[in-house]
């Protein structure tokens, strides 16, 4: 079982608010802290340069795992876990440079050529550079963050109470198997109204969800280090390859080359 997490303060310049446009932030997080619940008049791009983090609103759970980011819209209530120790680079964008993006948080895929700029805008940009090329380099990032796909990596939380009690207990045990049949004499509806909630209100079935939770998990566990075989059984699966199917039909790379892909990123921290 993992310790508490450390809940820390939201950074300064989410307190102060933007004095421009565009702002980045680089701030680094140590291993099962947690930036409290908050949120701001301008939208967040939350991207983990090295490390993993877990991004969680009102209405879902985002995993950020390495070559993804995600998009947390204005006015969006939101806390970020370091999954493991975490170097957090934050783009804030007012709402009128946010107008290309989702006005819902959601997943987006970093290209090699975005994460390279944003890397790039971390050490050369100063927030006092709007009219030169730090304030051109962010408005290209922009530009290329409004054209980023969008990755279904999102936990979709309902909002009925009894799809509630469901889904809290499957994040405290995601390895219970429970059908909709066993839960309908816990909750007071019948399965098949559970069913049509649950589509209507995450936009998923009952076992699109509890797979995308698993999936989540999985990225945890790789991410932490964890042998596949063992990510497998830690998710109930009987075997690797049951799970390593699951894993490339939902990601379009293997758990191994998941593993290899991230490894540089999944180290500590070095120095800025």
């Known amino acids: 079982m993992s310790a508490a997490h450390i809940p820390i303060p939201p950074s300064t310049l989410a307190a102060a608010g933007l004095s421009l446009p565009i702002m980045l932030l680089k701030r680094r997080l140590n291993h099962n802290e947690r930036v409290q619940k908050h949120s701001h ?14 991004v969680i609103t009102n209405s879902g759970r985002y995993i950020v ?44 895929a970093i290209t090699p050529l975005l994460s390279m700029l944003l890397a790039e805008a971390s050490v050369r940009v100063a927030n006092d550079d709007w009219p030169g090329p730090g304030g051109r380099l962010l408005r ?72 995308r939770l698993k999936l989540q998990l999985a990225v945890q566990l790789l ?28 990601m379009g790379i293997s758990p191994s080359e998941f593993i290899s892909g991230g490894r540089r990123l999944w180290q500590q921290p070095q120095a800025d």
Not at 41 to 54: E, H, K, V
Not at 73 to 93: K, N, R
Not at 154 to 163: E, M, Q, S
Not at 235 to 249: D, I, P, R, T, V
């Open 223 to 250: 991410g932490r280090g964890e042998s596949v075989l063992g990510t497998a059984l830690s998710l109930g699966y009987e075997s690797s390859s049951a799970f390593g199917f699951m894993f490339k039909q939902q």
């Open 65 to 108: 795992p390495p070559e993804q980011a995600v998009w947390v819209a204005a006015h969006t209530q939101h806390e970020v876990i370091a999954m493991t120790d975490a170097s957090l680079t934050s783009l804030y964008l007012d709402e009128a440079e946010s107008l290309g993006l989702k006005d819902e948080a959601c997943v987006l």
């Open 41 to 54: 008049a301008w939208g967040q791009l939350i991207y983990a340069s090295r490390g993993l983090l877990t």
């Open 140 to 211: 290209v990032i922009r530009d290329l963050l409004c054209q980023a796909e969008v990755v279904a990596l999102n936990l979709p939380y309902p909002r009925d109470p009894r799809l509630l009690q469901i889904t809290r207990t499957l994040l405290a045990e995601p390895g219970n198997d429970a059908s909709l049949a066993f839960w309908q004499q816990h909750v007071g509806a019948s399965s098949r109204t559970l069913a049509r909630l649950f589509k209507a209100q995450t936009g998923l079935s009952f076992s699109q969800w509890k797979q």
